[in-house]
């Protein structure tokens, strides 16, 4: 029977990825219809009305219509912000931290991908300069964390009984598929995927996810290829679009004999492009960095209005740049030559628009074009089609404006409350690098055989490098972009390059913003030096714990004064205490990590008697009140002489299901704990709210069992300690936790290498680590917070400061 359960488990796992992959597909679907549709719609309007103005010289009313459409598209996009703070942004940073193994408010929410997907969509048809392709990927994690369960906060009405996939370990791997899938509907790259999942997403993975994770970006993939191929060009299952953004196809033309992709000589341009895009990256993250330090300071504050409004500034500004520029700045070229538009427009057909229809001729004589207005009165995916295969018709002097600005301007907007991506943009910034580097070899060193679409292409690469420091993933995902596998090695290398060089002066974007945030995200492994500390050294040695019999007041007092996830289940070592009071060796190293808990345990019960007051019970209220006059504790110091010169006394008769007495002497608490497993809190939530509880004149045999499934029926959200009502409950009734703890949790000892307590936190994906010494008893614990880099730097400072 369980063989079969666990092949039906597997099954629906099969079949959930499937699905998710679908759904995935079909956002992209959505927002890519709608982008096209009314970015369509608004340059439509307004190219009608700058041809008209252009003769009668109205063209402040051309600048008004689509400052209209700009601010209207962004003031919706913001207001979605508004409803969902969390939908803010590329969503990245965020799902990172989640497959991290930190929870994030709100982040995988109904409403967060319904505030994400609809708010991308006008941000990017508002003229922002910010991409879809990002919040696609926060996208895909929300479906991949929702559909599974059959359930929503959003929809609460609507419930069905499915009992798979109750926890957390499931929910993150399928987080981690959604996000791959998302990933392989925005660049139509099913491998890129699954590696960026891997590389940039999850500190644990298994072999069996992996599989599942590349089925579900190629079913989100082919999803989104078919819908749109049917939708775009009426020929269902052609698939000839696989993802919103396409490179199209690099060729040369067969006229032109000397034309290669890229030689050997050009891989020395290519490192060199990779150094400065890593400078340029690095300069960005750098500028962006301190315009969110400069919001958390002056507008986040502030009343949520003036987020909005500083989105409608961003977006006025960038109109206006746009508008100016196009009509003032741009240069009239010539179309292309015929060696181009004889095999370039041919080989072009399967990308959505053909090249040289996007072109702009904006104050231009015939068979001339304004450069500038092609660029920016375009989608951003024709822009950079443009640049990577329009033939030297890009003057040095417009590419090199065109970069300042949408480096500048692409800047500040990532940040602002709107959903958006930063990989387009970042394309785009880098392709007029790569365009304008193409075109100086060209013209002043005279390499005629130099390819431009390869330049913009690699400068593409390096910029996008140099900001979010990705390497095998986004290698990946430029090569299924292009089709084109002989590409592979110098993206690898100018990528390659484009980080070593960022990670000199700063971090990744996404991991800036992180850090910013305050999350406790683990690194893929700690620095040499940090072996120089053990577990003792970095480890919480003030426990708070429970008894494997414990009395309700103890637990609501527990659960009230604390926000601990999980708590050892101990029990008093008679034996080891007599021993310790003699001075046995063994026993008396755990005074250093006992010494610092004594008083702050005493603290924490005269805390708990303060908060027991609110308990619902009169005969509990009665017996806090007596016991608030406690004495101040004496020095540390004296206690600990006084406990060691002592000879040792025998303790109160106190049986193992009895609570921990509030009237117990400093010499009580401080005594040896037997460790015996761990509890969560959610379990011990779950325990008093369903009256999981036996009387003292009872066995515990005659407590009520919960199976499993009832243990998890409240998942993912369980009742709060202060939202429960507990007026039913006796306090002095006792809780028998020893069937519902883990009686055999990851532990270490005080000794272990920090190297080694980090390895097993990534590879076994831990969330509380139990420092256990040579006689079982429990001496501290490490949660994720003990082992970021922070933390670590800090305790290494102190062990120096020690030495």
Known sequence: LS??????????????????????????????????????????????????????????????????????????????????????????PEIKCYLNGVKVPGVVRLRTVVCKATGVLFSVAGGLFVGKEGPMIHSGAV?????????????????????????????????????????????????????????????????????????CSMAATFTLNFFRSGIQFGSWGSFQLPGLLNFGEFKCSESDKKCHLWTAVDLGFFILMGIVGGLLGATFNCLNKRLAKYRMRNVHPKPKLVRVLESLLVSL???????????????????????????????????????????????????????????????QESAILQLFHQDGTFSPVTLSLFFLLYFLLSCWTYGISVPSGLFVPSLLCGAAFGRLVAN?????????????????????????????????????????STNEIT????????????????????????????NLRGVPLLEWETGVEMDKLRASDIMEPNLTYVYPHTRIQSLVSILRTTVHHAFPVVTENRGNEREFMKGNQLISNNIKFKKSSILTRAGEQRKRSQSMKSYPSSELRNMCDEHIATEEPPEKEDLLQQ?????????????????????????????????????????????????????????????????HAEMSEDYPRYPDIHDLDL?????????????????????????????????LFRTMGLRHLPVVNAVGEVVGIITRHNLTHEFLQARLRQHYQTI
């Open 3 to 92: 063989k079969q359960k666990a092949q039906r488990y597997e099954a629906v796992k099969w079949v959930l990825v499937f699905a998710i992959g679908v759904c995935t597909g079909l956002v992209g679907l959505f927002v890519d219809f709608f982008v096209r549709l009314f970015t369509q719609l608004k340059f439509q309007v307004v190219q009608s009305s700058v041809e008209e103005c252009t003769e009668k010289g109205c063209l402040a009313l051309s600048l008004l219509e689509l400052l209209g459409f700009n601010l209207t598209f962004v003031f919706l996009a913001s207001l979605l912000v508004l409803i969902q703070p969390v939908a803010a942004g590329s969503g990245i």
């Open 143 to 215: 479906v991949g964390a929702g559909l599974p369960q059959f359930q929503s906060i959003s929809l609460r009405k609507i419930q069905f009984n499915f009992p798979y996939f109750r926890s957390d370990r499931d929910k993150r791997d399928f987080v981690s598929a959604g996000a791959a899938a998302g990933v392989a509907a925005a660049f139509g790259a099913p491998i890129g995927g699954t590696l960026f999942s891997l590389e940039e997403g999850s500190s644990f993975w298994n072999q069996g996810l992996t599989w599942k994770v590349l089925f």
């Open 317 to 379: 500004t960038t109109t206006v740049v746009v508008f100016v520029a196009s009509m003032v700045l741009g240069e009239c070229r010539q179309m292309s030559s015929s060696r181009h538009s004889g095999n370039d427009t041919l080989s072009l057909q399967d990308i959505s628009e053909d090249v040289n229809s996007s072109i702009k001729t904006f104050f231009c004589p015939n068979e001339t074009y304004n450069d500038m207005a092609t660029l920016f009165f375009n989608p």
């Open 440 to 480: 100086l070899l060209k013209s002043y060193i005279g390499l005629d055989h130099i390819y431009s679409g390869t330049f913009a292409l690699i400068g593409a690469a390096a910029f996008l490098g140099g900001v979010v420091r990705m390497t095998i993933s986004l290698t990946v995902i430029l090569i299924e």
């Open 487 to 514: 590409y592979g090695l110098p993206i690898m290398i100018t990528l390659m390059v484009a980080k070593w060089t960022g990670d000199f002066f700063n971090k990744g974007i996404y991991d800036i913003h992180v």
């Open 643 to 707: 406990m060691l010169e002592r000879r040792y006394t025998p303790y109160p008769n106190l049986y193992p299901d009895q609570s921990p007495s509030e009237e117990w002497t400093m010499e009580e608490r401080f005594r040896p704990l037997t460790f015996h497993g761990l509890i969560l809190r959610s379990q011990l939530v779950t325990l008093l709210d369903r009256g999981v509880c036996y009387s003292e004149s009872q066995s515990s045999a005659s407590q009520p069992r919960l199976s």
């Open 727 to 759: 007026t039913l409950l006796n306090p002095r009734m006792i809780v028998d936790v020893t069937p519902y703890m883990n009686p055999s949790p990851f532990t270490v000892s005080p000794n272990t290498h920090v190297s080694q307590v980090f390895n």
